[in-house]
């Protein structure tokens, strides 16, 4: 997939302490997209993450300080960016984002010229492997977004996601830094850029548990929405300069 032109895809796994996931993960994802180079960007992890991607073969971009889901994210985007990658695809290090997605998300960037492509467990029929706690916190942003985006997106929060280059230089200098599924949406469709929904596999996360608890459940809502109303507060002010 890196294609005869060049740098085309990069795979990127932000990881935080997933030693027990991460190198399966790095394998299936070189099964699927053979030749594909794949960076695991370590945020900080306290047990053996990095080892273990670099012993399944991957690169590993380790941070020196914690930042984060979304400081993580974009430590991945700059770089694929500074490389010269025309499409990143991001899944994450904990085994719940099936790899063999990858062709699927990777062929829809390419053929439909769509700045963002996610990956959702909910086109095509809902999935199992949701909380109730997420469930309702994914209708709740699918309500919420839908006049701001102009149309449905079914998975708002979904972490399986590609990118082309346009959006690559656009999050590579600014990007959410907390949380930022959802506000990314928004920063793309302030930007008149496209995104576009693809059916992929959600499965058990395959080590460790979830650190989203009922208490961060409501404190990602109301983050969330307040990224969100100063994104809309940044483009009405600047359609109004203009």
Known sequence: MTGDG???LMIIVPALNEEGAVGDVVREIQQAAPGTPVLVIDDCSADSTAAVARAAGARVLSLPHHLGLGGCVQAGYRLAFELGFDYVIRLDGD??????DIPRIYDALR???CQM???SRF???PQEFTSLARSWGIRFFRTMLRPILGRMVHDPTSGY???NREALALFSRSFPLEYPEIEALVVLQRRAF????VACRMRPRQSGRSTITAAKSLYYIVHVLLGVFVNI????RHRWRR
Do not use: A, W, Y
Not at 233 to 236: D, G, N, P, R, T
């Open 123 to 125: 086109v095509g029929g």
């Open 117 to 119: 492509v996610i990956g």
């Open 233 to 236: 507060l940044k483009f009405e």
């Open 111 to 113: 053929q439909s010229g």
């Open 194 to 197: 496209r995104f576009q929904e």
């Open 6 to 8: 060049g740098n085309r």
């Open 95 to 100: 085994g719940q984002h099936d790899p063999r």
């Open 161 to 163: 996601v590609g990118v």
